[in-house]
Nanobody
């Protein structure tokens, strides 16, 4: 069974940067998509970015040009580099994984990490 562990969240000022890491273990299949979602208080969980096994990337419009998702297959790790952070980026960020093709819907993902808090102060 796949397990995901996030790290790298924290408190940062407006315009600052953070890098989130998602380490996977126990994976036995090779056709999968890894995504980052976020959930702010009182809001639904929303798609942020995703990367396929082959390295194709997808972003929600609000983070394009600021966030970069990347994968290190040898280390079974997915990174989310977040630059120019804004208060509206404040949320708990979750790493998630599914087999098969990309989905922007959180309920299509079967494996989740525990989440890491990102807080952007103004």
């Amino acid at each position: 069974q796949v397990q995901l562990v996030e790290s790298g969240g924290g408190l940062v000022q407006v315009g600052g940067s953070l890098r989130l890491s998602c380490a996977a273990s126990g994976r036995t299949r090779i056709n999968y998509v890894t995504a980052w979602f976020r959930q702010a208080p009182g809001k639904e969980r929303e798609f942020v970015a995703a990367i396929t096994r082959g390295g194709t990337t997808y972003y929600t419009d609000s983070v394009k040009g600021r966030f970069t998702i990347s994968r290190d297959n040898a280390k079974n790790t997915v990174l989310l580099q977040m630059n120019s952070l804004q208060p509206e980026d404040t949320a708990v960020y979750y790493c998630a994984e599914k087999f098969g093709s990309l989905s922007y819907l959180h309920y299509d993902y079967s494996t989740w990490g525990q989440g890491t808090q990102v807080t952007v102060s103004s």
